[in-house]
């Protein structure tokens, strides 16, 4: 990559590939035509992020979030089937202070390319507890350490579970420090103490969903937007979205973008070898050759 030649030629190289144009280097008959287009394609994919971490650490929660949110192609290890080098970006999903086990995968990963994220940082309470936290992981492993809370920005609560949050919420309920208090029902402080009868199975069955949709801080933090009247306090949509503000998934997009530069680094030096390994076959050798070697087409 030393050379204003290669340099020039990289750049040729990359907008040929970029405009899905690498075939058009070559005759339409040329044996080597399939081979440049596959290599075009592949140079061209969406930016492919893939999440790792200790197990528990919201992995897959995160990936989803991140395609629904960031349309960004993002798999967590409950969904992997092809081979892991696909990836361009790894992300490092931290649950709290890194352990061995951490420092052990992220030793495995490409430094230049991975960014280690605490996770959950909702479960933390305060959002300036979780901005702690992560401060102390970032200082202890020398990087950036961006706090998020990936299941808030997956929240789609249903029309019926608005109603019912919105039922609880004027009747002055809030969450209770217990989280088995919000499954059996008492959760009141308001003058109505809705909650204070055994609920049925139906309501229950709602509270049960709630947790495992949202989470207690998501349920807490619902009621007291409901209650305060807001915006979010409208529709179960607008609820969702002011959910999804809070989870700070878009601390995620700085540390992206600034990685771009080395994703397209790395796959250059991909097609680099691909068009090698094409030249290598025979096929158009010399325009193939000229081409990686000398300043343009
Ligand atoms: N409160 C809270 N819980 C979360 C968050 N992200 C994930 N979880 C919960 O953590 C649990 C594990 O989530 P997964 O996404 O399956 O985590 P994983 O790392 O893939 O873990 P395993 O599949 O268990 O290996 C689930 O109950 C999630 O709902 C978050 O941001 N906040
Ligand atoms: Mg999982």
Avoid: Q
Avoid at 111 to 126: F, N, P, Q
Avoid at 175 to 188: C, S, Y
């Amino acid at each position: 990559m030393g050379d204003a030649a290669t340099i020039e030629s990289t750049g040729v190289l990359a907008r040929m590939a970029e405009a899905g144009r690498l075939g058009d280097l070559v005759a339409p008959t040329s044996a080597a035509r399939a081979d440049l287009e596959a290599a075009g394609r592949r140079y061209a994919r969406p930016l492919h992020v893939e999440i790792c971490g200790r197990p528990g650490t919201g992995r897959d929660t995160l990936a989803r979030a991140m395609r629904e949110r960031l349309a960004v192609s993002a798999i967590g290890p409950g969904e992997s089937t092809g081979p892991a080098a696909d990836a361009d970006l790894w992300i490092h999903l931290l649950g709290g202070p890194p352990r061995r086990a951490d420092h052990d995968l992220l030793s495995s990963l490409p430094a230049d390319r991975t960014i280690v994220v605490l996770g959950k940082a909702d479960t933390h309470g305060e959002p300036s507890v979780a901005a702690a936290v992560a401060a102390d992981c970032a200082r202890s492993l020398g990087v950036e350490v961006p706090a998020v809370s990936p299941l808030l920005a997956c929240s789609d609560l249903a029309d019926e579970e608005f109603v019912y949050l919105r039922r609880l919420a004027a009747a002055g309920a809030k969450m209770p420090p217990m989280t088995g208090r919000f499954l059996t029902g008492t959760l009141a402080e308001g003058p109505d103490r809705p909650g204070s009868e055994p609920s049925g199975g139906d309501e229950r069955a709602l509270r049960t969903g709630l947790l495992r949709r949202i989470d207690r801080f998501g349920i807490a933090t619902a009621l007291r937007l409901i209650a305060a009247g807001g915006p979010a306090g409208g529709s179960a949509g607008a609820l969702n979205r002011a959910l999804h503000e809070l989870s700070r998934l878009d601390r995620l997009v700085p540390p992206i973008r600034g990685r771009v530069e080395r994703v397209r680094f790395w796959r250059l030096a991909e097609l680099r070898a691909a068009l090698e390994l094409t030249a290598a076959r025979g096929h158009d050798r010399e325009t193939i050759e000229h081409l990686l070697r000398a300043g343009g087409v």
